[in-house]
């Protein structure tokens, strides 16, 4: 195996390089790098077309691809620099059909203008609306609306999910909460035709409401079968979770799969052959891209409509494309649009997962050669589940903090269960006008996702679910990966060679620990900000001691927890001794530290430490030792 049998993965790595440039190169004019990428591409035609010395062509190429990586940077950045501040009143179309939430609907706005200083100004800005007035908005309304939107705020103490970042790159940056008296005023005809996708997710989505008699089940269904995964209830998502299967709920390649196969079996019976084949599999293909569009375009479905698409036309031509070269495309796709998109979690499973299945499952299945063709069935898809979460438990633990722990049985149970599932799914989505046939196969969906969530439910009730938090530092991610790729490469390359790239790992991970363990602060204290108090976490080299003032229990799970994982300072801590000496005094003696709770002070005139820092724009920021420290808008922390 050569490298350069893959073409497209030599393109992503230097656009890869171009990427790392472009965040790294101060804004630049794109006009002019267009510019200077449109002369070297001149030069590439003529040194094809006039010259037979062409040695210069391939780093020519690659120059143009990292300047390619910085082009797309420069361009996104520039539309992210872009800020307005929204006045009121202001004009919004609704985007979305409403989202029911626990306390309220949910919605998507975009402003079409705003009034500022008595003139109206034009803008595009999205807001996040929840509501809970008893008109049902759908996609096309126009609003006129009164009240401030709000911006979305940073958060306020490290580890925390930085929700204004996720919105971020979806172009929403504000929030509005508008319980009653919507105010509708015009009906957008563009957005409200039974042509928009929009709508026809949404007529599948009442299909399945109609159809499905389990609440449970038609939540489960929307998000397996369609992608709406915002109705899910937190007890579904965690049993998911739990059981190591949240992919299944994820649309993925998994169920593009299943859509093309389903497609594919049913075009066997007619043998079709020459231009009846190629029509049909040019219909197979708009199918796969109308499902994605349906879905909502993310990384893995994209991902996988690409990969299955090459195939798809591959059968065209009796040619079956690389998995290496179809994965590294997509991905050039997806960059090319968005390359934001190499930072979302989804993206970086998605890809991971696949990498690790076609590297690691033939590796796998030497282990046992089962004798019966259902065992082997069973064996090949246990591979499969080990090779993926062999390749993404880094990240998982990274992200999530947590290691399912019965992953494999539920994989083997639920990922058949799941095909069987869409292979009734996509029938039912498709036929779904046919009155009695609909009826008939909801009643099947409806009892298979009752029976997914019993089998969800029994793991549920297993001792120890999943390993909790866990954490893993880049380097041990990034070492835990290239030990996997030595494994995969053992039977290509010299292995005295692998041998001595593995020990150089070992050691590069073990020195980077000890040095971390020396620099390691011995003592700090950390000072959270809650929506209503404070907490406080002293770590003084070997144990945890906090304290609590005023800060709800949900809230301890992503605004205080998040850090002691991050640190592994464990998570049963002490208490920190604190005595009351007025009613808004609180003082710690071991601290050497009285707060003001009333006025959201930290007196600190008898006590010695080296450094202070408040926790700003996703890092900690150095303050003066002698400054007033203020608690409340952001986490402090005092280095002892």
């Known amino acids: 195996m050569r490298f350069s049998e893959f073409p497209f993965l030599r393109y992503l790595i230097f656009l890869l390089l171009g990427l790392a440039l472009g965040y790294q190169v101060s804004p630049i004019l794109s006009i002019w790098l267009g510019g200077v990428m449109g002369v070297l591409w001149l030069i590439y035609v003529a040194i094809i077309l006039f010259l037979k010395n062409r040695t210069w062509l391939t780093p020519l190429a690659y120059v143009q691809l990292i300047l390619a990586g910085v082009f797309v940077i420069q361009l996104h950045q520039k539309s992210d620099s872009e800020e307005t501040i929204l006045g009121t009143p202001f004009i919004a179309e609704v985007l979305q059909f409403d989202v029911e939430k626990p306390r309220s609907k949910q919605n998507l706005l975009q402003v079409h203008a705003y009034q500022k200083d008595e003139k109206w100004i034009n803008s595009s800005e999205k807001i996040l609306l929840y509501h809970q007035d008893s008109i049902t908005l759908t996609p096309g309304k126009i609003l006129f609306i009164e009240k401030e939107a709000e911006l979305i705020q940073e958060p306020k103490n490290p580890g925390e999910f930085d929700y204004k970042a996720f919105l971020q790159k979806r172009n929403i940056h504000y929030t509005l909460f508008h319980p009653v008296g919507l105010k509708v005023i015009d009906n957008h005809p563009t957005s409200n035709t039974w042509l928009s996708p929009i709508h026809w997710k949404q007529g599948l989505a009442n299909l399945i409401q109609s159809k499905l008699a389990d609440p449970q089940a038609q939540k489960v269904a929307k998000a397996l079968l369609l992608g709406q995964k915002d109705a899910l209830d937190k007890n579904i998502r965690a049993e998911f979770a739990d059981a190591g299967v949240m992919h299944v709920l994820a649309v993925s390649g998994l169920h593009v799969g299943i859509l093309v196969s389903v497609f594919l079996f049913l075009v066997k019976p007619f043998k079709l052959k020459g231009g009846k084949l190629k029509l049909y599999l040019m219909g197979v293909v708009m199918i796969i891209w109308l499902y994605a569009l349906i879905t909502g375009f993310s990384p893995s479905v994209v991902r996988a409509s690409v990969m299955f698409t090459l195939i798809t036309l591959g059968q065209m031509r009796d040619r079956k494309p690389s998995i290496f070269n179809v994965l590294a495309f997509s991905a050039i796709l997806m960059i090319a649009f968005d ?31 089962p004798s019966s063709s259902w065992i082997e069935y069973l064996w090949q898809l246990a591979a499969v589940s080990i090779a993926a979460q062999l390749a993404t438990f880094p990240l998982t633990v990274f992200y999530f903090h947590s ?60 001792p120890v679910t999943n390993l909790d938090e866990l954490t893993i530092f880049p380097l041990t991610m990034f070492c835990v990966w ?25 050691f590069l991970w073990a020195g980077n620990r000890v040095i971390y363990s020396w620099t390691k602060t011995n003592a700090e204290l950390i000072v959270y900000a809650g929506d209503k108090g404070f907490a406080l976490d002293y770590w003084d080299g070997w144990t945890l001691k906090s304290w609590n003032q005023g800060v709800a229990v949900e809230e301890l799970d992503f605004k205080v927890k998040p850090n002691r994982i991050l640190n592994g300072w464990g998570k049963w801590p002490e208490s920190l001794q604190a005595f009351s000496l007025e009613k808004n005094l ?34 900690w920021i150095e303050q003066e030792k002698n400054a007033p420290l203020e608690i409340g808008n952001s986490s402090v922390r005092i280095l002892f």
């Open 339 to 369: 390359p934001e998109v190499l930072f979302e979690v989804g993206f970086q499973l998605s890809y991971v997962a696949v990498l690790g299945i076609v590297l690691l499952q033939p590796l796998i299945t030497r282990w046992w050669l």
């Open 403 to 462: 290691f399912p722990v019965w992953f494999l049985p539920a994989n083997l149970l639920i990922i058949p269960l799941t095909f069987l599932i869409m292979q009734i799914g996509i029938p039912f989505l498709i036929l779904g006008w046919i009155p009695f046939l609909s009826d008939f196969l909801g009643w099947i969906l409806n009892a298979f996702f009752q029976l997914e969530l019993w089998i969800l439910s029994l793991f549920k009730n297993l």
């Open 482 to 506: 290239a030990l996997l790729l030595i494994w995969a490469s053992w039977d290509l390359f010299p292995k005295k060679r692998l041998v001595y790239i593995a020990c150089f790992l070992t």
């Open 586 to 619: 609180l003082f710690f003696p071991e601290l050497e530290l009285l707060i003001d709770i009333e006025r959201g002070m930290i007196k600190h005139e008898y006590a010695s430490f080296s450094k202070v820092e408040y926790w700003q724009e996703n890092e």
